[in-house]
């Protein structure tokens, strides 16, 4: 969905480096959510933010931090990046209405060496 | 504990429909159904949602049964880019459950 953008799409570093991946959104979106996805599993919850000032965790939120800098703009931390974190990361939107679906952006392949 | 059940994969020709089957037994009376489709580790893309009633948008039908314990999703002229794992969700609320979904292919 090219109204939720994700960057980098790709990025290979080293174990103990600290990364942050960005997503924006242009669809005017309250709800902002980061998953992760392991090769041949489905996707899991990282963080989740109902508005700027609402950020909760997930069911993997250890070794992972965020930031809401506004409305459209949500970003991953890794605070010092380990290879088991080695996967696709996906950012998605939606609006705050009930029953209203999820809008994934291109995703992110993230490489630890 | 998996909410829905969807064959593993099927096949489909090429400019034909094709009929996705998903199993929601245990579905509430709150809970809407969600389908989307992941193309080679690109993103998942939302395709149509519905509640109760069937539902059509440019690329696809839902039909829900009275019941609501089963869904069919409908691409009605399948295409070669129409290959991809498709993923039948309940949910009613943020949380959504990627299982393993159906693989199709579509052939020429």
């Known amino acids: 969905d090219a109204d939720v953008t994700q960057t980098p799409r790709n990025r290979i570093t080293k174990t103990g480096k600290r990364i942050m991946l960005e997503c924006s959104q242009t669809k005017g979106h309250d709800r902002m959510y980061w998953y992760r996805q392991d090769p041949g599993l489905g996707l899991r919850l990282i963080y989740y933010?109902?508005?700027?000032?609402?950020?909760n965790k997930g069911e993997i939120s250890d070794g992972y931090s965020v930031s809401r800098q506004a409305q459209a703009k949500f970003s991953l931390s890794l605070e010092s990046a380990i290879p088991n974190q080695t996967a696709l990361y996906f950012c998605?939107?939606?609006?705050?209405?009930?029953?209203?679906?999820?809008?994934f952006g291109d995703g992110t392949r993230l490489s630890i060496l | 504990d998996a909410k829905t059940t969807q064959p593993p994969s099927m096949d489909c020709a090429e400019g034909r429909a094709a009929n996705l089957p998903c199993n929601h037994s245990?579905?509430?009376?709150?809970?809407?159904v969600y389908w989307y489709r992941q193309i080679h580790s690109q993103g998942p893309q939302y395709i149509i949602h519905?509640?109760?009633n069937n539902e059509t948008n440019e690329m696809a039908s839902l039909i829900i049964t009275e019941d609501r314990k089963s869904s069919t999703l409908i691409l009605p002229h399948a295409t070669l880019r129409d290959t991809a794992v498709y993923y039948c969700i309940v949910s009613n609320d943020y949380k959504l459950s990627f299982g393993a979904g159906t693989t199709v292919t579509v052939r020429a």
């Open positions: 519905g509640l109760k």
């Open positions: 998605a939107t939606s609006a705050a209405s009930v029953g209203e679906p999820q809008h």
């Open positions: 933010s109902f508005d700027v000032k609402d950020i």
């Open positions: 245990t579905i509430s009376g709150n809970e809407y």
